[in-house]
């Protein structure tokens, strides 16, 4: 948000809360360095959080919001002297691959992303020592991995969440979760879909992200919601 070409008064606001660009996390765990998805924005992202070390990447699955970005490790590959870890399903892989092939052939060209690749799957995996537990949920009929670290849980791209998820995500403090619009929508929990897994989580703290200029401004949405649940914007830094 805003929304390229629309005059709504969402995309219209003022409040740097309604500056939304995609949904993207960065951890920093101990020393340790990861981001959740590196869409179109990623750039833009690592830039005005000045992130100066990255030491992997995790995907959640392989919607062009959620990898555009990717060609831009290419920094970090610079600064750091060596390959980008990359975590995802085989799906993800594969899209990668199509879409970065430049990055994968035998002769490559000088400067290009230079990725390593690793696959998950439903089995919790580490990154520099930190354990990190897929969280398989359904984004329509296309598998998606939410994330556990510790006492986060990350959760985009949802709109179910099989139970044996659910028994994952038991104990979680904070929980991002996806809330895009009121509207029901084929592929995204709604607002009060994603009120009604929020409250069934039961996190002390839930947070709402990959919202649509449709959800309403955050202010006004924000007095809607109950005392554990508030909407994720750009720049929100929490610690656990
Ligand atoms: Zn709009
Ligand atoms: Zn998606
Ligand atoms: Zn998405």
Redesign the pocket.
Known sequence: MPVIGCGCPVCHSLDYRDKRLRSSVHLAVNDISLVIDSGPDFRQQMLRERIMKLDAILF???????IAGLDDVRAYNFLQRKSMPVYGTTAVHKQLQTEFYYAFEEHKYPGIPQLDLTEIKDQDFTVDGVTITPLPVL?LN?P?MGFRIGDFSYI??ANHIPESTFEKLKGTKVLALNALQREKHA??FNLSEALEVASKIGAEQTYFL?ISHRLGTHKAVEKELPDSVALAYDGLTIEL
């Open positions: 959640t699955h392989e919607h062009k919001d959620h984004h296309l998606v985009t791209d592929s995204h990959h």
